[in-house]
Antibody, heavy 117, light 110 residues
Framework: EVQLVESGGGLVQPGGSLRLSCAAS????????MTWVRQAPGKGLEWVANINQDGSKIYYVDSVKGRFTISRDNAQKSLYLQMNSLRGEDTGVYYC??????????WGQGTLVTVSS | QSVLTQPPSASGTPGQRVTISCSGSSSNFGSNPVNWFQQLPGTAPKLLIY???QRPSGVPDRFSGSKSGTSASLAISGLQSEDEADYFC???????????FGGGTKLTVL
């Protein structure tokens, strides 16, 4: 069964850093665009970043540009999100997703990031 | 303030047909297909409709999508209690170079 398992979330102070990971299994990871989407507590979905199959095309939402970096390691079948200069508004559940808006879309269960002093 | 506009809530009784609307603009719906996601309480979102009206494998045909110009709709026929969830529309926006979501519609089955 296809799996995406996020990890690396937790409590961090404003201005701090976290690195999220998403481990993929039971599918050919290198064939797919991958995406991070977040959801603030009690709020809607917000797309964060996309990366294509070989990492040559990357897109970010304006609010994280210059602070977050999406990357992938196809050999390790893993997706990453390096988050620096964290703010309170970055608090939420972070989901990784395969082919987010295509027939083979699949989402992980998410990891909670809390930015607070 | 979301780029795509959805009603915050909708409701229906079991067996009824309900529709959820989503309004966009020329830079998103006018140029790109619409997608719909379902988020059951306490769970991760799941793709329900892609490319305006296509259902991924496993999604019941009670769910259907349509798009006309800069508006889209999700229809659910034969409403069931397990359809109670949040529903989000989404599309790529060429001006923002971003995937944009609607604010979500909370569907209550009465």
């Amino acid at each position: 069964e296809v799996q995406l398992v996020e990890s690396g979330g937790g409590l961090v102070q404003p201005g701090g850093s976290l690195r999220l990971s998403c481990a993929a299994s039971k599918f050919t990871f290198s064939n797919y665009w991958m995406t991070w989407v977040r959801q603030a507590p009690g709020k809607g979905l917000e797309w964060v970043a996309n990366i294509n199959q070989d990492g040559s095309k990357i897109y970010y939402v304006d609010s994280v540009k210059g602070r977050f970096t999406i990357s992938r390691d196809n050999a390790q079948k893993s997706l990453y999100l390096q988050m620096n200069s964290l703010r309170g508004e970055d608090t939420g559940v972070y989901y990784c997703a395969r082919a987010v808006a295509a027939a083979e879309s699949f989402w992980g269960q998410g990891t909670l990031v809390t930015v607070s002093s | 303030q979301s780029v795509l506009t959805q009603p915050p809530s909708a409701s229906g009784t079991p067996g009824q047909r309900v529709t959820i609307s989503c309004s966009g603009s020329s830079s998103n719906f006018g140029s790109n297909p619409v997608n719909w996601f379902q988020q059951l309480p306490g769970t991760a979102p799941k793709l329900l409709i892609y490319s305006n009206d296509q259902r991924p494998s496993g999604v019941p045909d009670r769910f259907s999508g349509s798009k006309s110009g800069t508006s889209a709709s999700l229809a659910i026929s034969g409403l069931q209690s397990e359809d109670e969830a949040d529903y989000f529309c989404a599309a790529w926006d060429n001006s923002l170079n971003a995937l944009v979501f609607g604010g979500g519609t909370k569907l209550t089955v009465l």
